[in-house]
T-cell receptor, first 115, second 114 residues
Framework: EPEVTQTPSHQVTQMGQEVILRCVPI?????FYWYRQILGQKVEFLVS????????KSEIFDDQFSVERPDGSNFTLKIRSTKLEDSAMYFC?????????????FGEGSRLTVL | DQQVKQNSPSLSVQEGRISILNCDYT??????FLWYKKYPAEGPTFLIS?????DKNEDGRFTVFLNKSAKHLSLHIVPSQPGDSAVYFC?????????????FGTGTRLKVLA
């Protein structure tokens, strides 16, 4: 069964360092997303991406964050200068359709710990 | 601004009985709703969805009911099994406005007792 894969599964970094989280979405999907979950809190939308550009982003997704699809398979989230409050589980997701319809398929997540 | 709320943080049910998980939303523009199940250290897994043109959708042991006037949806699991023990999230979206995001509730931890 096709699945979304994410690397690394866990990354520990020092405050102020850059972090890149990588995702390989399901191959025939066209819409890509990043969500995050701070420990014990709800899953929060960060950004959606379609046709090589950001479709929508939340207020969390400030200038420290960027996304890229550098080739035909990878979808990356970069945090330029990490803060303590960026510590969270980051989930990549993809879907066949967009516009809020159709199920999202999530990866297993990348846990980011900022010290 | 909590647009999607799951007011019960946890629920315990005996194996074989019905589990009912509830979700309320405030934005009347939401027209597509999903339920996800999440095990620890894993990503959310899609369970079932419902469009606002329906009031019920069924898939095996899982049924989702939508009450648009009350802005309320519920997930029924019957019969409940120990493997259903997980955190359940409801999510909502607007399909008509060009938005691409789902708003998740805070989750309900279901424990099915053997």
């Amino acid at each position: 069964e096709p699945e979304v894969t994410q690397t690394p599964s866990h990354q520990v970094t020092q405050m102020g360092q850059e972090v890149i989280l990588r995702c390989v979405p399901i191959s025939n999907h066209l819409y890509f997303y990043w969500y995050r979950q701070i420990l014990g809190q709800k899953v929060e939308f960060l950004v959606s991406f379609y046709n090589n550009e950001i479709s929508e982003k939340s207020e969390i997704f400030d200038d420290q964050f960027s996304v890229e699809r550098p080739d035909g398979s990878n979808f990356t989230l970069k945090i330029r200068s990490t803060k303590l409050e960026d510590s969270a589980m980051y989930f990549c997701a993809s879907s066949e359709g967009g516009r809020g319809a159709g199920e999202l398929f999530f990866g297993e997540g990348s846990r980011l710990t900022v010290l | 601004d909590q647009q999607v709320k799951q007011n019960s943080p946890s629920l315990s049910v005996q194996e074989g009985r019905i589990s009912i998980l509830n979700c309320d939303y405030t934005n009347s523009m939401f027209d597509y709703f999903l339920w996800y199940k999440k095990y620890p250290a894993e990503g959310p897994t899609f369970l079932i969805s419902i469009s606002s043109i329906k009031d019920k959708n069924e898939d095996g042991r899982f049924t989702v009911f939508l009450n648009k006037s009350a802005k309320h949806l519920s997930l029924h699991i019957v019969p409940s099994q120990p493997g259903d023990s997980a955190v359940y999230f409801c999510a909502a979206s607007r399909t008509t406005s060009g938005t691409y995001k789902y708003i998740f509730g805070t989750g309900t931890r279901l424990k099915v007792l053997a």
